[in-house]
């Protein structure tokens, strides 16, 4: 790599780490695959072995590789997941100081363009899921923790339904960063949700973009207009990164 004149040179680990990600590609590796072995691999990128596992960790803390011991491990590709986004972006809001109405701020922009997505591009097998994740939302208003896990995988599979990359991981990350201040809505609200997210699958059944966009507008409008005036406090707040964990 060249470095122009008065440029810094990128630290030689994460160099690695990047010829690394390139050779698996070239290799036409993937998840479950191993990567080479130490030594092979430590003789291809022409590093120590303190720099070849110093970029193995950068790798791990990605999500792009398991670490599995025992004599036959090594490096396991992974496939890295929308938890590793929400982390990323939670460690970067918090050092920007940014409270968590930004990222209610930035969902209802964001938002309402997956819900026209999938309103184009769902298939019929995932409305049907979909409409499944709905019927399992109403079976759970009365216990909040069977609620949350159905709703959870509703917004989920409607991200995927976009058959956009970038909202499959982006929505749920936000979602998880939102999720991180402790908001459990009561049994009430719970409904109005649903009833909400109803309004949203229809028009998305429907192959209604425009109404698949204003339906979720309005659906992360009202959220955000429940906890400005429930929890001020709490959305004014800093976001805290080590509060931001992948649901079990």
Known sequence: MRVEPGERRPKLSLEVARQIVETMRESGMGPGDR???EAEAMRRHGVGRGTYREALRFLEHQGLIVMRPGPNGGPEIAQPGWANLASTIALMLQFAGAPLRAVLDARVMIEPGMAELAARNATGEELAAMADDLDA???GLGSYRVFSAAYETYW????ESSHNELFAFLSPALRAIVNSAG???DERYRAEVLSRLRAVHA????RDPEGARAAMRELEE???RRLREGYPRQIAEVIDWSDVREPS
């Open 137 to 139: 939302i109403e079976h």
């Open 222 to 224: 009202e959220f955000g």
């Open 156 to 159: 989920r599979h409607l991200a």
């Open 203 to 206: 028009a998305v059944a429907a």
């Open 35 to 37: 990567y080479l072995p």
């Open 183 to 185: 908001f459990a809505p």
